[in-house]
């Protein structure tokens, strides 16, 4: 058995209280030996947290990843005209190269915020799959399916893809990733190919991920459609089980809360591509009552425009009291707790719990800083002053991804290169 200890840092505990400890992992298993004292002295290696909070590594609960060759490539429009003028018109061009290199550049960025879990929706999934096996990270990945404005055989291609891919990559990289059916949305995806696929889904023993009630425009057709809430249809879709999750939430009403609840599907809360898209506040503080699994994502780079969760959480957390019109809702320890179990039990992923025989999932965070003085309040401090920035260390899966700053599976200067590369020959190709 090889370990790591990470010594002398601040511990987040599952129940959100903090103790000064070491933390002794099994880096062979990928899980948490023991938190205690003195843990540093017989291990094989060690990762020096003082003056620094570890908390469990952060869980992305939906993204499109590659999507960072497009940051800045497109803002300050209505999600449907931002989409069918700029963002399909790209992603038509992309490679599978493109989504590659697109994918890299977006793990680094993650690494480098404390990210250790993600959820992504994209095509290309073998070169995603790939570089999230390089790069070591956890990841549920799928293949999203639009079926709108193709022709039929083009279409059933397209849920055939992703049932294929969602069978193919599940348990690979050792088990670091799974899978999931991604149908895109309930208004691109015809009810006939629900209709034939989602039963498969079901046998292959895949979940159910799919953005929902995001604007009130995907919102209106369902009702006019099939005369009931776009959740409801959902349900009786066979879309709506325990370990389905939902993307956005945000146009959801009380009965569409309940089903949820009922039901056990989780939601991404995804509060900054909310706002840039002006798409609406989703009723947080009101499903976290109800009993939804809440989680958080960024969404993609380009409706965000970077992949950091702490900036996520504190976006939650802010937009959440908006919504509900009272201080007191969304507070730190519900983001903190959206930010790692929240969004790991939404997306299904054995993540977000800092405690023995949990997966060796983490971020170290420096707390040296202007900006975290004084210590009076650190799940605070995780919630509304820490960023991207702060996180010293990542760990996932017992694997040491990032040490002082420096990412160790990913070549970042080269990466980097080959992004800006790709994204001007991208630019050129569309115009
Ligand atoms: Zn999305």
Redesign the pocket.
Same mark, same amino acid.
């Given at each position: 058995m090889t370990t790591l200890a990470i010594t002398d840092g601040q511990v987040l505990q599952s129940d959100l209280t903090v103790t000064t400890a070491d933390v002794l992992i099994d880096q062979d298993a990928g899980e948490i030996l023991e938190l205690g004292s003195d843990l540093g002295a017989d291990a094989d290696e060690t990762l020096d947290a003082a003056g620094s909070l570890v908390t469990p590594g952060f869980v992305n609960g %939906? @993204? %499109?990843v590659a999507m960072t060759l497009l940051r800045g490539y497109a803002d300050d429009k209505p999600l449907d005209a931002w989409l069918q003028e700029d963002i399909w018109p790209a992603e038509g061009e992309l490679t599978p190269e493109d989504v590659r290199v697109g994918t890299e550049l977006g793990l680094l960025e993650l690494i480098k915020a404390g990210t250790t879990a993600f959820a992504d929706?994209y095509f290309h999934v073998p070169e995603i799959a790939a570089a999230v096996e390089e790069a070591g990270l956890r990841a549920r990945l799928g293949h999203g399916i639009v079926t709108v404005g193709k022709d039929g055989d083009v279409a059933r291609e397209d849920a055939q893809t992703s049932l294929e891919i969602a069978r193919e990559y599940d348990g690979a990289a050792d088990g670091r990733i799974s899978t999931a059916f991604m149908p895109h949305s309930l208004t691109t995806v015809g009810d006939e190919y629900l209709e034939e696929f989602v039963p498969e889904a079901r046998e292959a023993g895949v979940p159910i991920h799919y %953005?929902a009630n995001e604007t009130t425009e995907e919102v209106a057709p369902i009702v006019d459609e099939y005369g009931q809430r776009p959740l409801a249809y959902a349900a009786e879709q066979g879309m709506l089980e325990p370990e389905d999750f939902v993307? %956005?939430g945000v146009h959801v009403d009380e009965t569409e809360i309940d089903l949820l609840a009922e039901a056990g599907t989780g939601v991404i809360h @995804?509060p900054a591509?909310n706002m840039k898209l002006a798409s609406g506040m989703a009723p947080v503080q009101r499903m976290r009552e109800a009993g939804v699994t809440v989680g958080l994502g960024t969404?993609?780079a380009a409706s965000n425009n970077d992949l950091s969760m702490l900036d996520e959480a504190r976006d939650a957390a802010m937009l959440g009291k908006l919504a509900a019109d009272d201080a007191s809702a969304v507070p730190a320890e519900a983001v903190v707790e959206m930010l790692t179990a929240g969004s790991a039990d939404a997306i299904g992923v054995e993540s977000g719990r800092l405690e023995e025989g949990a997966p060796a999932d983490f971020a170290v965070i420096d707390l040296e800083q202007p900006h975290l003085t004084p210590p009076h309040d650190l799940v605070s401090h995780l919630a509304y002053a820490a960023a991207a920035s702060d996180v010293r260390h990542t760990v996932c899966d017992g694997e040491v991804l990032m040490r002082d700053r420096e990412v160790l599976t990913l070549d970042e200067a080269a990466v980097r290169q080959r992004a800006l590369e790709a994204a001007e020959s991208l630019a050129a190709r569309v115009e």
């Amino acid at each position: 058995m090889t370990t790591l200890a990470i010594t002398d840092g601040q511990v987040l505990q599952s129940d959100l209280t903090v103790t000064t400890a070491d933390v002794l992992i099994d880096q062979d298993a990928g899980e948490i030996l023991e938190l205690g004292s003195d843990l540093g002295a017989d291990a094989d290696e060690t990762l020096d947290a003082a003056g620094s909070l570890v908390t469990p590594g952060f869980v992305n609960g %939906h @993204c %499109h990843v590659a999507m960072t060759l497009l940051r800045g490539y497109a803002d300050d429009k209505p999600l449907d005209a931002w989409l069918q003028e700029d963002i399909w018109p790209a992603e038509g061009e992309l490679t599978p190269e493109d989504v590659r290199v697109g994918t890299e550049l977006g793990l680094l960025e993650l690494i480098k915020a404390g990210t250790t879990a993600f959820a992504d929706m994209y095509f290309h999934v073998p070169e995603i799959a790939a570089a999230v096996e390089e790069a070591g990270l956890r990841a549920r990945l799928g293949h999203g399916i639009v079926t709108v404005g193709k022709d039929g055989d083009v279409a059933r291609e397209d849920a055939q893809t992703s049932l294929e891919i969602a069978r193919e990559y599940d348990g690979a990289a050792d088990g670091r990733i799974s899978t999931a059916f991604m149908p895109h949305s309930l208004t691109t995806v015809g009810d006939e190919y629900l209709e034939e696929f989602v039963p498969e889904a079901r046998e292959a023993g895949v979940p159910i991920h799919y %953005h929902a009630n995001e604007t009130t425009e995907e919102v209106a057709p369902i009702v006019d459609e099939y005369g009931q809430r776009p959740l409801a249809y959902a349900a009786e879709q066979g879309m709506l089980e325990p370990e389905d999750f939902v993307a %956005h939430g945000v146009h959801v009403d009380e009965t569409e809360i309940d089903l949820l609840a009922e039901a056990g599907t989780g939601v991404i809360h @995804c509060p900054a591509s909310n706002m840039k898209l002006a798409s609406g506040m989703a009723p947080v503080q009101r499903m976290r009552e109800a009993g939804v699994t809440v989680g958080l994502g960024t969404d993609g780079a380009a409706s965000n425009n970077d992949l950091s969760m702490l900036d996520e959480a504190r976006d939650a957390a802010m937009l959440g009291k908006l919504a509900a019109d009272d201080a007191s809702a969304v507070p730190a320890e519900a983001v903190v707790e959206m930010l790692t179990a929240g969004s790991a039990d939404a997306i299904g992923v054995e993540s977000g719990r800092l405690e023995e025989g949990a997966p060796a999932d983490f971020a170290v965070i420096d707390l040296e800083q202007p900006h975290l003085t004084p210590p009076h309040d650190l799940v605070s401090h995780l919630a509304y002053a820490a960023a991207a920035s702060d996180v010293r260390h990542t760990v996932c899966d017992g694997e040491v991804l990032m040490r002082d700053r420096e990412v160790l599976t990913l070549d970042e200067a080269a990466v980097r290169q080959r992004a800006l590369e790709a994204a001007e020959s991208l630019a050129a190709r569309v115009e």
